[in-house]
């Protein structure tokens, strides 16, 4: 019977990083001859022929269970009573609370719960995984210590073409376009992009727009707050709240926009931003958190948010063909740098160690101390 490798996850969503990383790591296992499935507590209508309910994954499984780590929930508790099984956690960091005090309450909880559900989540792992250095500087505070799997662009989820109706609209319109792709989120400080637009959009370039691609679910409030500011910046024909997107039509915004730009003071990894330079789309973005791993020499990291003076910048970067040409040069070589090969092989490394750890009965030492 072939050896099972099966991953668990809050939900198995349609586009983000911590769903398109499960799907990756599916295929990978399963490339390496192993029996993958996904146990979820919700999925989305299009993977809910992937997902099995997380309770189906029953007490007694003694073979490899993955637990992607980012917030508190009863997933957490079903990984704690599988002692029989050799057990990985994937950190993907918790954004912490304060962003959301006066956004939604029950997000607070969440997080605040998964803080103090982490330390024993950690211990009771035979092996703990950070999709970025930054993450695995937040578990080397806790006293963890953990092995860095970074994500992948992947190149199946792009396989489809652009939507041919959105492509066509954007070839059409000789504005200047700059995108920003993540969920709706007080972190993402969305407002200092809308800042920024406002001195481009008014003082600069009046031919220009921003797409803001992303669903508010549980952030609605931050969403009107948002949309309330568009209209006293006398923005709100110009800025273009999308909602979610489906892979194709972000695609299209991908081909046929001008810049990419990331305001976010706190990410665990960005990965649209790598999406981005696959697309040969210059990013600039704020040097914060994971970002200036992420984006590496890939694109511009700025220090300071002076909005007059970004404005400025993200003008340059549009009509400077040499400057445009080389911040996509190095964008693609960062992406080159995160091949989906180069996961491919980082899997294999570390999971190939640990199953023959597993076959030859060996315990790890716990993964946290505490006193």
């Not at 990978?28 to 309910?53: G, T, V, W």
């Not at 791993?293 to 300071?304: F, M, P, Q, S």
Request: charge should be negative; include cysteine.
């Amino acid at each position: 019977m072939a050896k099972q490798i099966h991953q668990l996850v809050h939900t198995l969503s349609y586009g983000d990083a911590i769903s398109s990383e499960v799907l990756s790591l599916r295929r990978c296992f399963q490339k390496m001859s192993f029996e993958s499935e996904i146990f979820a507590i919700n999925a989305h209508p299009r993977y809910k022929h992937l997902a099995y309910d997380y309770q189906d994954l029953p007490a007694g499984f003694s073979d490899q269970a993955i637990l992607h780590y980012s917030l508190g929930s009863p997933l957490n508790e079903k990984f704690l009573s599988l002692d029989q099984a050799r057990r990985t956690l994937i950190y993907h960091n918790l954004t912490p609370s304060h962003w959301f005090k006066s956004i939604n309450p029950r997000i607070v909880a969440d997080i605040e719960r998964g803080m103090r559900e982490l330390p024993q989540l950690c211990s009771v792992s035979d092996n703990v995984i950070a999709d970025s250095r930054f993450n695995a500087g937040e578990l080397h505070e806790l006293g963890v210590t953990a092995q860095v799997l970074e994500l992948p662009v992947d190149p199946q989820r792009w396989a489809e073409p652009a939507n041919t109706g959105l492509n066509r609209l954007l070839k059409s319109d000789s504005c200047l376009h700059i995108l920003h792709v993540g969920r709706i989120a007080p972190n993402k400080c969305i407002e200092d992009l809308l800042k920024t637009f406002y001195f481009l959009h008014h003082y600069l370039e009046k031919k220009s727009k921003l797409w803001l691609v992303g669903i508010d679910i549980d952030t609605e409030l931050y969403s009107f707050a948002l949309k309330r500011m568009c209209e006293e910046f006398d923005l709100q024909d110009a800025v273009i709240f999308t909602g979610p997107l489906v892979d194709s039509e972000i695609r299209a915004l991908y081909e046929n926009c001008s810049i990419y730009m990331c305001m976010s003071e706190h990410e665990g990894f960005c990965l649209p931003v790598l999406e981005a330079m696959h697309f040969g789309l210059p990013v600039i973005a704020y040097a914060s958190s994971a970002l200036p791993d992420t984006v590496g020499k890939g694109g511009i990291l700025v220090r300071e948010k002076r909005h007059a003076e970004l404005a400025e910048l993200v003008l340059e970067v549009a009509g400077s063909e040499p400057l445009r040409e080389s911040l996509i040069r190095a964008g693609r070589e960062r992406v080159g740098e995160l091949s989906f090969a180069n996961f491919e092989g980082r899997v294999e490394e570390i999971f190939g160690s640990e199953i023959l750890k597993s076959a030859a009965g060996i315990t790890a030492a716990p993964a946290a101390a505490h006193g």
